[in-house]
Each structure stands twice: as C-alpha cells, then as structure tokens.
C-alpha cells in the first residue's frame, strides 16, 4: 500500500486569520496559498522495500497486539484516552518523524497533547456538562498555529454552548457565547475555510423550530471571525448564519482547494451528509444513513468524503465527482482488525492522509488496552473509486 505524506502545514487548508478584513463574498473569496513546508514521512509508512531482514515477496511480521497504554502499531499517535471528540495535528519532528497532535475529550473537559510512546501532557481541563451528548465536543487550530499557537473549542458549559480560544500561556477567553443548551442537541463542530473563517457547527438544543429560525444561534452553520462577530462577506450582513437546519451535528469539513464544505448529522431518523449551501437551509442530504452507525468526523478529499461512525466501526467512504455529486453508494473500510474500532474525530491533513480519533470505549464498543487512541488514518488509493 503506498503511503502519502503529512502536509508541512500544520492545519490543513491554511490562510491568514481574519484578524485582518476577509474577502468580499464567501463563496467567489480569493484562494490563499500558504508557504509549503518539508514533506515528511507520517506514522504508518510502509517501506518501499523489504524490510531489515525480510526476504524480496515475504509478508511483513504482523503488528502485534497493544500491552497496556503501548501500542506497537506505528499509525497510532496517542493511546489511553477517554473517547476522543477532537483532534489536530500540531508538528511532525523533521528529524524522528514523529508526530504531535491535539486531542479533546468529550466528557472530562480535558485538552491534550498526544506523541507516541509519550505520556500524553494535559494542555487544559475545562468545566463542561457533558450531560446527553454535550461537553467538549469540537477542536479546531487557527490557520496561523505555527505562528500564534491560538486553538479553538466548541464547549457545553452549565448554561449555554459556547466556542472558546485558548492562547499559548492563558485561559481560555470566549470567542462566541449564548448557543442555545437543551437536554439533547448540544454538540457542535469546529473547522475553518479558505479564507480563514471559522465555521461553527451547532445543534438545535433539543428545539427543530430554533434551527429554522434566523434568529436563533441554534441549529446552524455559523461563519465568524476570530472575536467571534459575523465573518466578511456572510449571505446576509450583520448575520453569523451561513446555512441552517441542523439537529446534532457531529463533523463539519471543507474541501483542501475550498470550493466545497460539508457538516454531518444525527437527524431525527436518519444520520445524514449536507453539502453546505452559503445562505441556504441545508435541506435535502447529500446522502443519508436510515441503519444509523453514528456519523461523526468527515474529510473531503479531492475524489472522496469520508465520514467517521461512532456506532460502527470503520469508516464511510462515499466517491465523489468534481462538481460533488456521488458516483455510487458508500463503501465501509477498516471494518475488521486492519481497522482502529469505532471512529469519532477526523481531520483531512492532505489529499492521502487524515487523523482520526476513537470512541471505542463509549457503550457499546470493543476497546483494547490502548484505547482510546489518536490515529493517522492513509488512503489506500486516490484514483477514482479510491479506498481508504
């Protein structure tokens, strides 16, 4: 299997914060093309040759099963967590290759940073009420990481949903407060676009009528800047709103050259993929799931999306045209012990390679000794039809 490599970014799809004035719509916005940096190689890369000692043709000693927190799988990046809710890759040591990321958990509050072999350090706790499927639910870095270190949450406090920004050396200061909270439809999903605006999934708060109401922060898909106000060139001025309709919200992604963005959903009776109309509800799914396995974390890469399930294990690899429409029916990979489990998190880092997160250890999973994990998930092709 060919292995790509990590991007030297270390967020996908960089551009300059809007701490600067955005562009003027956000549909036609100017592509930034950040710097490019060394392309290492990331966990999980095969040889291209035999390895020391193996024979032209032979088959590679198999992975052997984790003991305790150590897990010899060289595409893990952190192991003995609680079910993970986010995660982002930090830095990729030019030197060892080994790679560095963020990782969130949903119900302790806790923010962490995770390299192999290495104790993960706790970067933050922060209070959270991780009742029905709120708490810590969504992570995303600034576009700007490598030079302002800025990291972004979406978290359930004790009376709204709320996103917050964490600075090198501080607390944690609110970027965007006052999210509905309800008994269910509270968590919410973090990512930013080309232009350096960060969108902001969130749940209807237990209320459909809030999702459809333009008043209401609840149920949508929010585009601000980095204080929190409506970002340049939204559908309607002076408005956070850049789409509406949503129940639970699990992922939200955009594509690695911009043109297409995309949230999943926990619907009222089936899970479901919007494609992500600025100024539009969300209206009919791109896709739907009516059996549920849990959609959370989606990348869309240049010829697929793939989205995450917490309920099932593997991953859901849908095929993709140009324009975005689907060539054929999802394909479920790493299903069995090639596969980490259930999946909650993911992130595109390039057009091969992704980071995901396990929620094996939620009801209902299988976890081993090093679960829950933080892991680097390669495509296996990127040819149309690809698998993953």
Known sequence: MLIGSALGLLAAGCASFPEQPGPAGWSAAQQLTPQAGPVPELPGELPKGPAPGQQPGQQPTPVPPPQGCKDFNPAVVGTCLSPISGVALTDVNQTTGAVTALATERTTGRLLRVTKDVDPVEVAKLEVDAAGDGGLTGLTLSPTYAEDQLIFLYVTTATDNRVLRIAPDDVPKPVLTGIPKGPTGNRGALAHDRTGALLVATGDAGNPAAAADPNSLAGKVLRIDATGRPARGNPAEGSRVL??????????????????????????????????????????????????????????????????????????????????????????????????????????????????????????????????????????????????
């Not at 999802?330 to 299903?335: L, R, S, Y």
Request: contains cysteine.
């Open 243 to 388: 789409a509406s309709g949503l129940r639970s919200p699990g992922g939200v992604c955009v594509s690695g050259d911009g043109t297409k963005a995309w949230v999943t959903d926990a619907g009222a009776t089936a899970d479901l993929l919007y494609r992500v109309e600025p100024g539009k509800a969300l209206g009919d799914p791109a896709w739907s799931w009516a059996e549920r396995p849990g959609v959370g974390g989606c990348a869309s890469f240049s010829n697929t999306v793939m989205v995450t399930a917490s309920a099932t294990p593997g991953l859901l690899s849908l095929p993709m045209n140009p324009d975005g429409s689907f060539t054929g029916k999802p394909e479920a990979t790493m299903t069995g012990e090639e596969g980490f489990g259930r999946l909650g998190p993911l992130v595109m880092l390039d057009d091969t390679t992704a980071l995901a997160g396990t929620v094996n250890k939620n009801a209902g999973g299988t976890p081993v000794s090093s679960d829950d994990r933080v892991v680097v998930i390669v495509r296996e092709s990127v040819a149309g039809g690809s698998k993953d």
